[in-house]
């Protein structure tokens, strides 16, 4: 059974795109990844469930602001939805038809590093060339066809079955936001942008580390504000401003500044795990 739009009262919003946007949605906020790399991530490049609560996701270098590619923190209990989809309603919408750019490059083989593929019309047809996710551009992304004939990007336009544009992410985040807001909270912010995503996800993740540091501090017996603590909050801001991509700490102070409001609440209530 997929996702559904369902309000306080039960009931279902009939909206084919449910199961994708709840996957988008939730991978935004699992990772703190911007606008452009959602447009342009594979399904190669997600990572694989685990027990743990944190995994790892690369960001490409040339798919994201200033080519700073990296290694992202990722919640791993965002993820169960994402490979949801993947396996899920993700098969039904490209099962419709086969994706057709212009200028395709055919998928010989792939996985989370990399893949190999050849050029039809290039000068040399025949010849297997290898590329890494992380120096492949978009440009190069929408032009790919795994050998089953679909595109190997995330996540899709559901009628056409293609790659999502890059301002089909906002529409998604803006349809769900007026679900909230006519069918369950009418207060919810009508300027929600997808970006204010990465932000919720920074927060969470500043908590999540802040949270551990404390829990190490009762456990050692020291004093919550003494410098011992105050020097492993500074380690957790450099955590966040790594796993965010930002150049200096300036960047984040503003999802540390805000962390400490929810450190009254349970970790997992205000991560939402179930």
Same mark, same amino acid.
């Given at each position: 059974?997929?996702?559904?739009?369902?309000?306080?009262?039960?009931?279902?919003?009939?909206?084919?795109?449910?199961?994708?946007?709840?996957?988008?949605?939730?991978?935004?906020?699992?990772?703190?990844?911007?606008?452009?790399?959602?447009?342009?991530?594979?399904?190669?490049?997600?990572?694989?469930?685990?027990?743990?609560? $944190?995994?790892?996701?690369?960001?490409?270098?040339?798919?994201?602001?200033?080519?700073?590619?990296?290694?992202?923190?990722?919640?791993?209990?965002?993820?169960?939805?994402?490979?949801?989809?993947?396996?899920?309603?993700?098969?039904?919408?490209?099962?419709?038809?086969?994706?057709?750019?212009?200028?395709?490059?055919?998928?010989?083989?792939?996985?989370?590093?990399? $893949?190999?593929?050849?050029?039809?019309?290039?000068?040399?047809?025949?010849?297997?060339?290898?590329?890494?996710?992380?120096?492949?551009?978009?440009?190069?992304?929408?032009?790919?066809?795994?050998?089953?004939?679909?595109?190997?990007?995330?996540?899709?336009?559901?009628?056409?079955?293609?790659?999502?544009?890059?301002?089909?992410?906002?529409?998604?985040?803006?349809?769900?936001?007026?679900?909230?807001?006519?069918?369950?909270?009418?207060?919810?912010?009508?300027?929600?942008?997808?970006?204010?995503?990465?932000?919720?996800?920074?927060?969470?993740?500043?908590?999540?580390?802040?949270?551990?540091?404390?829990?190490?501090?009762?456990?050692?017996?020291?004093?919550?504000?003494?410098?011992?603590?105050?020097?492993?909050?500074?380690?957790?801001?450099?955590?966040?401003?790594?796993?965010?991509?930002?150049?200096?700490?300036?960047?984040?102070?503003?999802?540390?500044?805000?962390?400490?409001? $929810?450190?009254?609440?349970?970790?997992?209530?205000?991560?939402?795990?179930?």
């Amino acid at each position: 059974m997929g996702a559904l739009r369902v309000d306080l009262n039960g009931a279902q919003d009939d909206y084919a795109g449910a199961d994708r946007d709840q996957a988008l949605i939730s991978l935004c906020l699992g990772t703190g990844v911007r606008r452009h790399n959602l447009a342009y991530v594979t399904t190669y490049e997600v990572p694989a469930r685990t027990e743990l609560p $944190f995994t790892t996701i690369q960001v490409a270098d040339l798919i994201t602001k200033n080519d700073a590619g990296g290694a992202a923190l990722t919640f791993t209990h965002r993820l169960p939805v994402v490979h949801g989809y993947i396996h899920g309603r993700r098969v039904e919408d490209v099962a419709r038809r086969p994706y057709q750019p212009e200028s395709p490059l055919h998928i010989v083989e792939a996985d989370s590093r990399g $893949f190999r593929y050849v050029d039809p019309r290039g000068s040399d047809p025949s010849k297997v060339r290898s590329r890494s996710w992380s120096e492949t551009d978009a440009a190069i992304r929408v032009r790919l066809v795994k050998p089953d004939g679909t595109t190997p990007i995330l996540f899709l336009n559901t009628q056409i079955a293609e790659p999502l544009t890059y301002s089909g992410m906002q529409h998604v985040v803006a349809g769900a936001a007026r679900f909230v807001r006519d069918r369950i909270n009418p207060d919810f912010p009508p300027g929600f942008r997808l970006h204010d995503l990465r932000h919720t996800y920074a927060v969470h993740l500043a908590v999540a580390i802040y949270r551990g540091v404390l829990t190490d501090a009762v456990r050692h017996g020291a004093n919550p504000n003494d410098a011992w603590v105050v020097d492993h909050i500074a380690q957790a801001v450099e955590f966040v401003t790594y796993s965010l991509g930002h150049a200096s700490e300036d960047s984040t102070k503003l999802y540390v500044q805000t962390a400490h409001r $929810f450190l009254g609440i349970p970790l997992e209530q205000f991560l939402g795990q179930p």
